[in-house]
Nanobody, 128 residues
Framework: QVQLVESGGGLVQPGGSLRLSCVGS????????IAWFRQVPGKERDGVSY????????YYADSVKGRFTMLRRSSQNAAYLQMDSLKPEETALYCC?????????????????????WGQGTQVTVSS
C-alpha cells in the first residue's frame, strides 16, 4: 500500500522560510518521479516542482525558481521542499505526489491527472 506523508507546514511571515518533507512507503523510489503541488480552496492544484525518475533532474514552476529547492533522498524514500522568500499568495495546502511522468514540459508535469498517488498535504500559511 502506497503512502505519502507530508510534514513541515506552519505559519511563517512574508519573506520567511519553511522546509517541507514528504516520506513515502510501499513503493520503490526509483520507479517513480515525485512532485510537490499546492492548492488553495476552490482552485486547481498547481505544480510547484518535480524530480524526474528518468534523469534525476529537478524542474520548477517559473513562479518559484530561485526561491524553492527540491531534493530527493531515495535511501530514505523522502523528498524535501525548501521554500525561501515566501509570499502571502503562496498560502496553500502543499501535497506531494508520485507518478511515472518525465520530461521538462511544465503543462505536462504540472497536470494533477498525470500523478498516481497523493499525500494528504501540509498547510502553509504566509502571513504577518
Amino acid at each position: 500500500q502506497v503512502q505519502l506523508v507530508e510534514s513541515g507546514g506552519g505559519l511563517v511571515q512574508p519573506g520567511g522560510s519553511l522546509r517541507l518533507s514528504c516520506v513515502g512507503s510501499g513503493f520503490i523510489p526509483g520507479d517513480y518521479s515525485i512532485a510537490w503541488f499546492r492548492q488553495v480552496p476552490g482552485k486547481e492544484r498547481d505544480g510547484v516542482s518535480y524530480i524526474s525518475r528518468s534523469d534525476g533532474r529537478t524542474y520548477y514552476a517559473d513562479s518559484v525558481k530561485g526561491r524553492f529547492t527540491m531534493l530527493r533522498r531515495s535511501s530514505q524514500n523522502a523528498a524535501y521542499l525548501q521554500m525561501d522568500s515566501l509570499k502571502p499568495e503562496e498560502t496553500a495546502l502543499y501535497c506531494c505526489a508520485i507518478g511515472i511522468i518525465s520530461g521538462s514540459d511544465y503543462y505536462t508535469w504540472s497536470h494533477p491527472g498525470n500523478w498516481k498517488y497523493w499525500g494528504q498535504g501540509t498547510q502553509v500559511t504566509v502571513s504577518s
